[in-house]
């Protein structure tokens, strides 16, 4: 399925590259950082808001007996950094989750639509239509306020339930593409049951797309989940995201601005990271485009 | 043209009416309007009285068909927070965004064409790679973020514009207005500048760029007026898909800058399940989309006498 060259397109390609250390970098803080954090991300430090004003505590605060608040505390005295860390692996989780979600959508749909034709694929298409018609924030956030269950699960659900159009779009013009080539006909002719076409044939061919598309898609769905947990309907506090923190911190902008800048700086780490590797992969992989 | 037009404008209306249905099934069928308006306090008995006044003790599809039958009417149902007709509390609001929106459209324009034709003609130099990755920067930034952070900088810090609100003259609606449309046009600017800058270079390598050049037009010329005439058409179209986007787009920009237009209302309806004011929303939102869409379709159409035989 990969070119040999590949790899070699790749290390050559400076956005693909730059892409792939961000994104290296956001998951080493997903999913190593938590373990050094040095709080738990969910006590309320005694000392962590000020007695008289109840503002959080500055960044650098040293806390006796406990150690360092690098980033300061937030506004219910937590410690920033360890929220931060936390809140960066509930973020990518449930980017991921959903993408996964979307790409198994959109792949399966896309290709039974391209393969079967007729009125599967016209009842397919249609349906894509409508739900790219929706409007979709507002669809996404009226279902999660509805469902009202605070759990990561349905957001993941709600989220990919929702993305996995364009996907589907791309992978049934390759598999009426695919389904034409000489080789594919020949197979079929010989007898060979639909199962084994669409695994053997059409299936590899399909990796590629969804890689690029999938690698976009986390993008994408960083965004939907701060934008989401950022009105307050997604991630529900006291669980720590990337889009809660700035829920919560945007109160204390003019005070304590990196409660707000920390996390739109990861979120922008993270989208940008995706969007270039995304971009690279397309470059190294499809070179004819 | 005509046909197509009119299978256009069938699909636009049962779009709307399946975002419409969809929503009812969600507010009426799976939440609980009355429990959310009344909040955890209220007793059974005041939440029976509240589903006997606004019908919703009736069976679901009975209150489905009323309520679209008075859609088509034309009666969208009062709130059920403060008793106000729903058309009123849009009609208040939407202006709103639409001069948000208006103004976040004129920003992308000059702001995404500008970059895009800069980029183009300093084509592999510093610049070019300079302005493709600024706009990288903005397809990538998410307005809470930006927002957040022009709110801070440039209201805060500097104190340039008000931090946040919707003023209280046509002026200061304006001058309100300008960091909201500024947020809400990045995305825009960004996608535009790229598209704008793939088109040119395809464009400005053509034959009749090099006529107009041979014929004596300056270099700027035959880039203006002849290139960017032409590189423009594919913008155009993309600017009628994306007119949606500043509709529902500013549920988050309107949340941030405290402007009072229909992103908020939706936001409020929405957090609150104030399902008669949810669902006039959605269905604004949903009309404005699919008017923004089917325009842009009857360009392509237009443009592309192709597209009438296969669409």
Known sequence: MMDPRAWRRFRRNRGAIVGLALVGLVNAVAWIGPAFAPFDPSEQLEGGTDPQTGAPVPPGTHLAGRGTLWLGADEVGRDELSRLLAGTRISLLVAFGATLLAVALGVLIGILAGYAGGPTDTVAMRSIDL?????????????????????????????????????????????????????????????????????????????????????????????FESAMSYLGLGVRPPTPSLGSMLHSGQQWLTHQPVLVLAPSALIVATVFGFNLLGEGLRDVLDPKD | MTRYVLRRLAWALFVVWAALSLVFVLVHGVGDPAAATLGPRAGAEQLREFRRKHGLDRPLLEQYARYVAGVVRGDLGTSFRDEQPVSRVIATRLPRTLLLGALALAFELVIGLGLGIFAALRRNTIWDTGTVALTFVGISAPTFVTGLVFLYVFAFLYGW???????????????????????????????????????????????????????????????????????MLPVVVLVGLQLSTLVSGAIITEQIYAWPGMGRLAFEAISALDAPLVLGVVLVTAATVQAGNLLADIAIAALDPRVRMTG
């Open chain 1, 131 to 223: 739900l790219q018609s929706l409007p979709f924030l507002l669809v996404a956030i009226a279902l999660n306020r509805v469902i009202d269950r605070p759990d990561l699960w349905v957001l993941c659900l709600v989220m990919g339930g929702l993305s996995w159009t364009t996907l589907a779009r791309v992978m049934r013009a390759k598999t009426l593409q695919v389904r034409e080539l000489e080789y594919v006909q020949a197979a079929r002719a010989l007898g060979a049951p639909a199962a084994r076409l669409l695994l053997r044939h059409v299936l590899p061919n399909a990796i590629q797309p969804a890689l690029v598309l999938g690698t976009t898609l986390v993008a994408q769905m960083i965004i």
């Open chain 2, 161 to 231: 514009f008000p931090v946040g609100g919707y003023g209280v003259d046509a002026l200061d609606h304006l001058r309100h207005a300008i960091l909201p449309a500024f947020t809400l046009a990045i995305f825009g600017a960004a996608t535009y500048a790229r598209l704008m800058r793939s088109e040119m270079v395809e464009v400005l390598g053509s034959d009749y760029v090099r006529t107009a050049r041979a014929k004596g037009a300056s270099r700027l010329r035959a880039a203006l007026a002849h290139a960017a005439r032409n590189a």
